[in-house]
């Protein structure tokens, strides 16, 4: 699955792919627990989403929650996740996202309590992410104008920091934000420690222009 894959993926596919990221996303050490979540846009337009509080290496398929677009639950016999308007918000706000992720991933997180954005220093990290990852203004957690806030940074950049607490990641679909997570979180950490050694050199701005418009060409079919 690479970022301009666009063979969609079947519902049966979609739930299988977001159980195994959600597990995934606890072995590579994004969350600890049950923390963290993650939705994928179904091909009838509804949203499967992790549930509430659930170990991770249990979940099985059945766990899984479908809701709609305004956040009704459809399927399934577990509670959605706290942080449900997060995810349907930004799937519903932006229709080219087929995926979602929130994580705590440990150096996004320093950055996210410093309201410190992570920047785009890498040419590949402008190409999967669309530029630097800003930070969202605080909201409190599991709460509607969290979910707006933080749907508001994203579409034309793959991430965002949620401030005091962690990390938003969209793709076209679950091991695509998989994967934008993690690069995202071995980035947090090259830069911190790139900074312990000395001043971090910016990429020439042309650059980042280029490489960022691939990202949303990628995405949006444009380059602005
Ligand atoms: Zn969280």
């Known amino acids: 699955m690479g970022l301009f894959d666009k063979e969609p993926l079947t519902d049966a ?3 299988e792919q977001l159980l195994w990221v959600a597990q ?11 923390a963290g979540n993650c939705a994928a846009r179904l091909p009838d337009g509804n949203a499967v989403l992790t549930p509430s509080s659930l170990d991770y290496l249990t979940m099985t398929l059945d766990d899984l929650v479908v809701c709609d ?7 399934g016999h577990r509670s959605p996740t706290s942080e449900k308007a997060l995810h349907i918000t930004a799937l ?31 040419e590949e990290f402008d190409v999967f992410v669309g530029g630097d ?3 969202a203004e605080y909201k ?3 709460t509607e104008e969290l979910a707006v ?21 969209v ?13 995202i979180e071995r980035t947090a950490e090259i830069i911190w420690g790139a900074r312990v050694l000395g001043t971090v050199v910016p990429l020439p701005d042309a650059v980042n222009q280029q490489f960022s418009g691939y990202y949303r060409y990628g995405r949006t079919g444009s380059f602005d």
């Open 140 to 142: 409190t957690t599991g």
């Open 69 to 75: 677009m305004e956040g009704n639950v459809l399927d």
């Open 149 to 169: 806030e933080v749907a508001s940074h994203v579409g034309k950049k793959a991430a965002v920091l949620m401030a005091n607490h962690g990390l938003f990641a």
């Open 133 to 135: 990852v800003d930070v």
């Open 24 to 34: 995934e996303m606890l072995r590579t050490n994004l969350v600890e627990g049950t």
């Open 13 to 15: 596919e979609t739930r």
């Open 171 to 183: 793709g076209t679909n679950p091991k695509d934000v998989l994967h934008i997570a993690a690069l």
């Open 92 to 122: 519903r706000d932006h229709p080219e996202i087929g995926a979602t992720m929130h994580c705590h991933a440990k150096f996004s997180t320093m950055f996210a309590l410093t309201r410190t954005p992570i920047p785009a220093v890498i």
